[in-house]
């Protein structure tokens, strides 16, 4: 960003800090779906869903972003196979971020298993 740009330009390169909601769909390795909250704020993730907990950084410039997590069970899944279930996972991701959303592709290593997955997420409140 150039010092002639304006307030309106700064903000679409920004990450906003606030609580996403996210929505990923994995593809390849293991199929499966997820859905939760997410709070971005000054280069850190922290976030859920209903059986796991997110942890990580994230870096942007110019509309772009990238960063990685460190994926953790904490609730049981009671007759359910879950794609991540009983490890700590480290994915890493990239995409486009504009002002109020975002969307990555990004890969996990699940054991052995490399498992791609897509995420969108939506600002829902800034902080």
Known sequence: MSAG???ETGEEARVINGLYIFDIEMRDGKRGQARGVVVLSDGRIMGGDSFFYYTGSYTFR???WRGDMIVNQHTEAVGRTLAFGGREVTCG???DYSAGGAEVEGM???GKTTVT???RLTLK???
């Open 108 to 110: 996990a290593l699940v």
């Open 93 to 95: 991701f990239s995409g």
């Open 62 to 64: 110019n509309g772009k």
């Open 5 to 7: 740009d304006g307030a």
């Open 117 to 119: 997955f897509t995420a």
């Open 125 to 127: 409140d800034a902080m």
